[in-house]
């Protein structure tokens, strides 16, 4: 166990779904990050939140809302999306953004997008 | 070129052998390297973190930077069944994000 938690685990959704991704972080960290994880690819920077303000937003379309409420819980809230969009979706989390914190990753939520 | 590269795999050792990982990156500032063991179907784990030139151990691992020749490496000594995953390079340049490698897939032959 890293200390960072997501759910749902799995998740099957039809393309004109809502459903939405929650991470939370029980290590007092700043900062949490979403990352897509696709088949042969390396791991995809979506989104970065640092005390609760988005710092970064890897031009991810929009069909992808992320949300951070308070530096314990980051959320990513999906509508319409495209089979394509079928990967492991990664939360992580530092202490902060320099250079040598450690990113603590969650189990990840495997989707798939029919 | 892609800012992190890594071969990858399949690499495959006998059991008790050393497995040997290679990472190449492009930005000459990157300051910190991170190496993390993934297994099929988990999230990715840290195992080792190096940030100065030369040799750091831990364990059956030893991680390795030269950075004037932009490598870092990972040794994994007397490998064992267990270690079987995909290990992920991960170079953290100042002022932007962690960027990864493909990974590579490690098999270790009993």
């Known amino acids: 166990e890293t200390g960072v938690t997501q759910t749902p685990r799995h998740l099957v959704m039809g393309m004109t779904n809502k459903k939405s991704l929650k991470c939370e972080q029980h290590?007092?960290?700043?900062?949490m990050y979403w990352y897509k994880q696709s088949a042969k690819k390396p791991l995809e920077l979506m989104f970065v939140?640092?005390?609760?303000?988005?710092?970064e937003n890897n031009s991810v379309p929009s069909r992808f809302s992320p949300e951070c409420p308070n530096s314990s819980h980051l959320f990513l809230h999906l509508h319409t999306l495209q089979p394509e969009d079928s990967a492991l979706y990664l939360c992580?989390?530092?202490?902060?953004?320099?250079?040598?914190?450690?990113?603590?990753f969650g189990p990840g939520t495997r989707l798939t997008v029919l | 070129q892609k800012e992190v590269e890594q071969n990858s795999g399949p690499l495959s050792v006998p059991e008790g052998a050393i497995a040997s990982l290679n990472c190449t990156y492009s930005?000459?500032?990157?300051?910190?390297f991170f190496w993390y063991r993934q297994y099929s179907g988990k999230s990715p784990e840290l195992i080792m973190s190096?940030?100065?030139?030369g040799d750091k151990e831990d364990g059956r691992f030893t991680a390795q930077l030269n950075k004037a020749s932009q490598y870092v490496s990972l040794l994994i000594r007397d490998s064992q069944p267990s270690d079987s995953a995909t290990y992920l390079c991960a170079v953290n340049v100042p002022a932007r994000q962690l960027t990864f490698g493909s990974g590579t897939q490690l098999t270790v032959l009993p």
């Open positions: 939140y640092s005390l609760e303000e988005r710092v």
């Open positions: 190096i940030y100065s030139n």
């Open positions: 992580a989390s530092s202490q902060d953004r320099a250079s040598r914190d450690t990113q603590y």
């Open positions: 290590l007092g960290h700043n900062a």
């Open positions: 930005d000459r500032v990157s300051q910190s």
